[in-house]
């Protein structure tokens, strides 16, 4: 996209590029575009009448700009009809957590049971007097140790009499 | 030794070591009370879906949370006390007044002078029991009007819980998170000064691949009210910090962060095309055009909101949604049952249609004709206005070629019909959308044969009523066109008005009327 522009100072004629066109005016019903030039800065710019271009790919680029610019395109509605996600919400008492959900640290388990159809423990929480039930399952990979200590606790040893009676009379 | 005491002697030197018999079995029996009183709760609680009251000297249930019924002096007592167990007791007192489904007692818990207390229990970082009420009573005043969320901001919350997000905790960082979605929600000056505060890295610490789905449903509403609001819009900076994680959520599966994620996109694209030229170079523009097919309306219905801007935007941010599909989406979400999912589908493709000539040309290729047409005799009201917008864009955009194919397809009768409703606006769009039509006709030199089409349709008749509209602009608008376009020759000129041949065909030798 070039332009000559003949100096009268010089006998040559100089050749500038345009980079792209910024804006449109009429003056005294000619038509000039202002042009951004390449290798200059923007304090370079300069209105040039149409019919020293040629470069119709970049005024036609700044054209079609112009035209999205203030043709058709219309903003949101901003209509909110009901649809849109609430600004605040409220915390409701149902929605209290319960078991490894409530996020607190497990102390140690004090129980298990298995009337529900699975093995549960009853974990005493760190910090926390409420005492719930949570699945083995679930325990025994977020706490093992836990869970060990809890059988641990819990081993019986049978014994046989006879095996004992024999020990004593040794000692 | 007797076997008995030798029994005893050798279980003492294992598992019970140093204990006493006599107490071990009643902590046993304590034990398996507990036992089963949580095994009774749990069966309660999934039958009918019932809380567990906590409180240490309560009985097992409260059947009903309406009833919750405790005193705001008393609770003022205790709040006050200075020991930790009547300060949690109190908190607790309050948070669960504060939750009921009905007129929970927001401004009476306010004028009790109790936020203050509130406020300092959430740096007790030694009583996350009382730390969790305490976030939880928050979060429920911050959720009320403007005047509630004040009162909460006012009283110094804000410091606070920015620093509880680091709790160890999970679930006392979670009921920071909402406490601040509540109150970066109330509007754009405080989700600014949470904005100043830094709570949005804070935030985004929390977002892992092992952050629990409840948690990170949390986190994705509080960074939506964090984009929401303008005048002024969220900093700019403050945009790109949380854009990279809020597109990681957008790889989930889960509905309401889905939903979430798509309304953050919604508020950021609301507005001028620089804000909206970050977000499409984000690259999330397919997988939003993917969402508006979603069978949940919750994530439609978001996911059309922020194509719809989206195509408000320059012909490019347009293109790329054309790119990724969307005008093989836009037909079904036309004849979707929901009359704002049409309206804002329709919307959406009205701005499509003001782009170029190309675009317009992938709208008939994409088969979008059919179902305007249908919204435009069939749509609601707001539908049917957004209609008559993408005629009108259409007919101002497109070639004459195009023009013709819009006729063909019926959206003139449509918006002839049209023109009888109140709405000036509409109508005067209407008449815009027909200059325009004859515009393309004359290029055609096939304007006559346009205004025969009108006339045959009803148009005249219609036109000629507007000419006694109350509205100046419609009065002017109509004569205007009619001296233009229907000015006929009334020496009994023969015109020939064969029916359907306004094809805009280039015919010779019937252009006997002159303007």
């Known amino acids: 996209y070039k332009k000559k522009k003949s100096k009268k100072e010089e006998e040559e004629e100089e050749e500038y590029v345009v980079e792209k ?50 043709e058709g395109k219309r903003k949101g509605s901003g209509d909110a009809d009901g649809d849109e996600s609430k600004s605040k919400k409220k915390k409701d008492d149902n929605e209290k957590l319960r078991g490894f959900a409530r996020g607190l640290e497990p102390e140690r388990i004090i129980g298990a049971t ?58 | 030794m007797p076997t008995k005491n030798a029994a005893d002697e050798r279980i003492s030197k294992f598992k019970n070591k140093g204990k006493d018999p006599a107490k071990l079995r009643e902590k046993r029996i304590t034990e398996c009370v507990e036992l089963r009183k949580a095994q009774k709760n749990e069966c309660f609680l999934k039958r009918r879906n019932i809380t567990l009251s906590s409180l240490p000297d309560e009985e097992a249930l409260s059947p009903d949370t309406d009833t919750v019924d405790f ?49 300092s229990f959430l740096s007790m970082d030694d009583e996350p029991a009382l730390q969790f009420e305490a ?14 969320t004040q009162q909460v901001v006012e009283h110094g919350a804000v410091p606070a819980l920015i620093k509880l997000l680091a709790s160890p905790m999970l679930h006392i960082s979670e009921q920071a998170v909402w406490a601040l979605g509540n109150i970066a929600g109330d ?5 600014d000064i949470l904005i100043e505060c830094n709570v949005i890295p804070a935030l985004l610490a929390h977002i892992s691949p092992d952050t629990p789905v409840g948690y990170l449903r949390n986190l994705t509403w509080t960074l939506s009210n964090l984009c929401r609001n303008k005048n002024p819009y969220p900093p700019v900076s403050a945009v790109q910090q949380l854009l990279p994680p809020l597109i990681q959520l957008f790889h989930l599966s889960d509905k309401h962060i889905l939903c979430d994620a798509c309304w953050a996109i919604s508020y950021l694209t609301d507005g001028s095309n620089d804000r909206i030229d970050v977000i499409v170079k984000t690259g999330i523009v397919p997988r939003l055009v993917e969402l508006m097919s979603h069978e949940e309306f919750c994530v439609l219905t978001p996911a059309l909101r922020a194509i719809g801007n ?60 059919p179902p305007l047409v249908e919204v435009l005799r069939n749509g609601d009201f707001k539908t049917q206005r957004e209609a008559v917008w993408t005629v009108t864009n259409f007919t101002s955009g497109g070639t004459a070629e195009q023009v013709v194919q819009l006729v063909q397809s ?44 009108i006339e045959e349709l009803g148009g005249l008749e219609r036109i000629e009523m507007l000419q006694n509209h109350e509205n100046d602009v419609v009065y002017q608008a109509t004569q205007n066109m009619i001296e233009k376009y229907f000015n006929s020759d009334v020496d009994g000129v023969q015109v020939d008005s064969t029916p359907n041949a306004f094809l805009f065909q280039t015919s010779d030798g019937q252009n006997t009327f002159k303007f």
């Not at chain 1, 706490?143 to 009676?165: A, G, K, M, N």
């Open chain 2, 71 to 119: 005193r705001i002096e008393d609770i003022i007592a205790d709040v006050n006390d200075g020991s930790v167990e009547a300060q949690t007791r109190g908190c607790q007192a309050a948070r669960k007044l504060l939750s009921k489904g009905r007129d929970p007692p927001l401004k009476e818990i306010v004028d009790a002078g109790l936020l203050s207390r509130f406020v």
């Open chain 2, 310 to 369: 989206i195509v408000s935007g320059s012909d490019l941010h347009t293109q790329t949604t054309i790119d990724a599909g969307v005008l093989n989406v836009l037909p079904k979400l036309l004849r979707h049952k929901k009359a704002t999912v049409q309206k804002e589908a329709t919307w959406a493709l009205s701005n499509i249609a003001a782009g170029h000539c190309k675009q317009i040309q992938q709208l008939i290729t994409c088969g979008l004709l």
């Open chain 2, 410 to 453: 019926g959206a003139l009768e449509a918006i002839i019909n049209l023109l009888q409703v109140k709405d000036a606006k509409v109508i005067l769009i209407i008449l815009e959308a027909i200059n325009n039509m004859f515009t393309a006709a004359e290029k055609l030199g096939e304007t006559e044969k346009l205004s025969l089409l």
């Open chain 1, 21 to 70: 066109v910024l804006n449109r005016r009429v003056v005294k019903g000619k038509v000039e575009y202002l042009l951004k030039w390449k290798g200059f800065s923007n304090e370079d710019n300069t209105w040039e009448p149409e019919e020293n271009l040629d470069c119709p790919d970049l005024i036609a680029e700044y054209l079609q700009s112009q035209k999205t610019a203030h």
């Open chain 2, 187 to 191: 509007g754009p000056a405080y989700r």
């Open chain 1, 114 to 171: 298995d009337s529900t159809g699975e093995l549960m423990f009853l974990m005493k929480w760190r910090n926390s007097d409420e005492a719930d039930l949570v699945p083995a399952k679930e325990a025994n990979v977020k706490c093992p140790q836990v869970v060990i200590s809890f059988y641990e606790e819990r081993l019986t040893w049978h014994s046989y009499p006879s095996e004992d009676e024999k020990k004593d009379d040794k000692n």
């Open chain 2, 135 to 148: 976030a939880w009573a928050v979060t429920n005043i911050a959720s009320g009007t403007s005047w509630h």
